[in-house]
């Protein structure tokens, strides 16, 4: 995956090349316009973080209901074995 992203300045609008994930002053190359970054991420990587976030959260629903599904039945098993005796 690349590991810089290009962003345009905001004077000039040349393409400036930034790694990824930085955040702080940048000079533009052209026309020399300092301006901040906040931290830069392509929009894919940010998509992917949160799809990666979305799919952990599914995984602990789904986790959440196996738990359900499995324990509850041998639980009310135990108890209805219980109350027979
Ligand atoms: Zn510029």
């Keep these: 995956m690349?590991?810089?992203?290009?962003i345009s300045c905001q004077n000039c609008?040349?393409?400036?090349a930034v790694p990824?994930?930085?955040s702080g002053?940048?000079?533009c190359?052209?026309?020399h316009q300092v301006m901040d970054?906040?931290?830069v991420w392509p929009a894919e990587d940010w998509m992917e973080?949160?799809?990666?976030?979305?799919?952990e959260g599914i995984r602990e629903i789904s986790s959440a209901i196996w738990m359900v599904f499995f324990f509850l039945p041998i639980f009310i098993g135990v108890i209805i074995a219980l109350l027979l005796i």
């Design 2 to 6: 690349e590991n810089k992203i290009k």
């Design 13 to 16: 609008s040349k393409l400036l």
């Design 20 to 22: 990824k994930g930085f």
């Design 25 to 27: 002053k940048i000079a």
């Design 29 to 31: 190359v052209q026309c």
């Design 37 to 39: 970054v906040d931290e």
């Design 49 to 55: 973080k949160r799809l990666k976030s979305i799919d």
